[in-house]
């Protein structure tokens, strides 16, 4: 594996800069500033306070390897690393009530520790208004008052099906998605869940979760195996996960939406999360009072500040 690299995506250093190590793949944003020339300002450090941070945080997730790979408890020892901690803390809330891991939680973890390392070298108020960090979806937010941020979710087709937007009033700055269509394996049979949260390590979390109880248990065109079975070092070991999902009745899938649901209005109420929404076919659930504008957008806009 080749060690980390850094590059800008806009083509030069006043657009977006790409982190990658590993399976670790990051896009960072910044901007906002009262003008051009600060905002480059404030870009070019925050991109360096970012790139710093990132050449370590791999290597220290893989030294705690075992321990983040572990089923967790509410008694779990704590890790070393400011990244796994982060980890840890995301899934505890549900060890008791639930099977998950600290890996559950590991993209948010990063792009907040990204994020958290960007943010410390910003000496008081003097700080851009908006600067994100998104790890193959999952994404760690600073709002400043007239920052805004709009995500847009789409199937893997690439059909449309809403968009959620966030300024500084907003009390999430984290978001994920998770599902059958992801990078992780899921016990449920959703498209996607994108859950918005205090932070992107508690949206990670709680969006694996959500997924798993979007599910038809024992259906027939339902097709599962074990975890370890598709990917042979997954942490959810001889757990079922989906591999397949025929064709449904509305019914299946607005029951299967339901049981997803109910889930996530438990971890609203539980203050864990605070939106959710979830998709399966061409169906969707809303929960917790958030808005969905239907538009044809791409899987991620965003909005620069002048």
């Known amino acids: 594996m080749t060690g980390p690299t850094a590059n800008y995506l806009d083509g030069d250093q006043n657009g977006r800069l790409h982190l990658q ?6 896009i960072i944003g910044v901007d906002g500033a009262i003008s051009l020339e600060l905002e480059a300002y404030f870009r070019n450090h925050a991109f360096a306070l970012a ?34 901690q982060r980890m840890l803390a995301a899934v505890r809330p549900y060890a008791e009530t639930h099977f ?34 998104n790890n193959g979806g999952d994404i760690a937010l600073h709002l400043d008052e007239g920052a805004e941020f709009r995500i847009g979710i789409s199937r893997e087709d690439g059909t449309a099906l809403g968009t959620f937007a966030m300024d500084a009033a907003h009390p999430s700055r984290g978001i994920a998605t998770s599902g059958r269509g992801g ?26 979760l959500v997924a798993n109880a979007v599910d038809l248990p024992d259906h027939p065109a339902i097709r599962r195996s074990r975890a370890i079975d598709v990917v ?4 959810l070991g001889e757990h079922l996960v989906v591999t397949g999902c025929g064709d449904l009745t509305d019914d299946e899938i607005d029951a299967a939406l339901a049981s997803g649901a109910a ?4 971890f609203i109420s539980q203050r864990l999360i605070q939106r959710a929404g979830l998709f399966l076919g061409d169906r969707g659930r809303i ?5 969905s504008e239907q538009t044809e957008l791409p899987t991620l ?6």
């Open 301 to 306: 806009e965003t909005r620069r500040y002048a």
């Open 100 to 133: 998950i891991t600290p890996m559950a939680a590991v993209a948010g973890s990063v792009a907040d520790e990204v994020l958290a390392a960007m943010l410390a070298g910003f000496p008081g108020e003097q700080r851009p208004r908006r600067i994100y960090v």
């Open 51 to 84: 790139n710093r941070r990132f050449k370590t945080v791999l290597d220290e997730l893989v030294s705690e390897l075992p321990l983040l790979k572990s089923p967790a408890r509410v008694d779990s020892p704590v890790p070393e690393g400011a990244t796994a």
């Open 21 to 26: 190590h590993g399976p670790i793949d990051l």
């Open 287 to 291: 929960v917790g009072g958030m808005t």
């Open 232 to 235: 042979d070092d997954s942490d």
């Open 183 to 208: 990078r992780s394996l899921s016990m449920g049979i959703a498209d996607s869940v994108t859950i918005l949260a205090r932070n992107a390590a508690d949206a990670d979390a709680a969006a694996s």
């Open 263 to 266: 889930k996530a209005e438990l």
